[in-house]
């Protein structure tokens, strides 16, 4: 399998309204943005990097939280990507992957040779048992991150500090947040009821405001990707507070408010009840998260035709907001040919 037209057919819908740039243009409207890393029997980051479309590459995921990790590390998931070994820590296996040799250096070739914005996103829908303790343990699995996939540090390093991608350094992070758990956790003997939002606000202010600053390099990012229901459980308070970049918004999976829903009546309000919520970034872009083929959501009738992606945009590409599409996954996408192209 090769992803190097992933999309083709799905950028072009964004192509009819504007031309695409070589080379990301945060504030511009027709970013294309994808999702790599869980992709069955998935290709390389490379070979999606390849794509002219491609913006920015969203690489899946951080999905164990220090705070129940093994040995207080967070854990990592990036499908076939990775071998099984994992890093340890005082004498505790960890569940953050090692061996992951083609990452670090694909980033590389993305960022140098292609021109893309790679971001480690961070949750993701399995497992959905994470959670952020407290506002400390925010600012610490933030500048856990930041060493392991940020700038190259001596300071980090030196105290054997983990470098999952090497010396390679992300553009930023992306938070996909979905924890759910049957009951609320329970942290020093209470109740943590706002588990769903807690901690975030902290972590990407200090990303934000103390991490971010520290390399004049080049810019950082920070992205969400909330459900298109408003509010959203995991975002609710948290776009208001915490300064994002980009939202990648999942117009699927929620009937009520997909854009499978917009084809059929007519009118976005999801889309739209998305333009009214308050973000602390007044120039926030908001993308529109589509599944990339009929087997990438959780019900086939939630995936678009490139004719109703066009229909779709053509709804929204006006609203100062819109700043593109979002598509999950990559490898989805790469393997729904039509009339000879990939999605």
């Not at 129940?68 to 854990?75: D, N, R, T, V, Y």
């Amino acid at each position: 399998m090769r992803a190097s037209s992933t999309l083709t057919s799905t950028a072009a819908a964004v192509a009819a309204f504007s031309g695409l740039a070589s080379a990301l243009t945060a504030s511009a409207k027709n970013n294309v943005v994808t999702y790599w890393g869980q992709g069955p029997n998935q290709g390389s980051l490379q070979d999606v990097c390849k794509n002219p479309n491609v913006d920015i590459v969203n690489i899946g995921f951080i999905n164990v939280f220090p705070d129940q990790g093994a040995g207080g590390w967070p854990g990592s998931n990036f499908g076939n990507a990775c071998g099984s070994e994992t890093y340890t820590y005082k004498g505790t296996k960890t569940q953050l992957y090692s061996n992951c040799p083609d990452i670090g250096t694909d980033i590389a070739i993305c960022q140098k040779v292609y021109g893309k914005k790679v971001l480690l996103s961070i949750g993701g829908g399995y497992p959905t048992n994470y959670f952020i303790n407290n506002d400390t343990s925010a600012v610490n699995f933030a500048n856990f991150l930041w060493g392991a996939f940020g700038p190259v540090k001596d300071e980090w390093t030196s105290t054997g500090g983990p470098r999952p991608f090497g010396d390679a350094v992300v553009d930023g992070f992306d938070f996909d947040i979905e924890s759910e758990l049957s009951t609320a956790p329970t942290v020093n003997g209470k109740a943590l009821t706002n588990y769903k939002t807690n901690g975030y606000v902290k972590m990407i202010t200090t990303f934000k405001n103390t991490l971010y600053p520290q390399d004049s390099m080049k810019p950082y990012y920070i992205s969400g990707a909330p459900q298109c229901v408003v509010p959203d459980q995991h975002f609710s308070g948290v776009v208001e507070n915490a300064w994002f970049d980009f939202l990648f918004i999942q117009y699927y999976n929620t009937a009520a408010c997909s854009a499978r829903q917009a084809i059929t009546s007519g009118t976005f309000k999801g889309y739209n009840d998305w333009t009214s919520v308050k973000s602390k970034n007044a120039d926030i872009k908001l993308f529109v998260g589509l599944p990339g083929s009929t087997a990438a959501s959780s019900n086939a009738s939630y995936y678009l035709q490139p004719s109703e992606v066009k229909t779709l945009i053509s709804k929204v590409y006006s609203n100062t907001r819109f700043g593109g599409i979002m598509v999950w996954e990559a490898t989805y996408a790469a393997n729904n040919v039509i009339c000879n192209r990939n999605y």
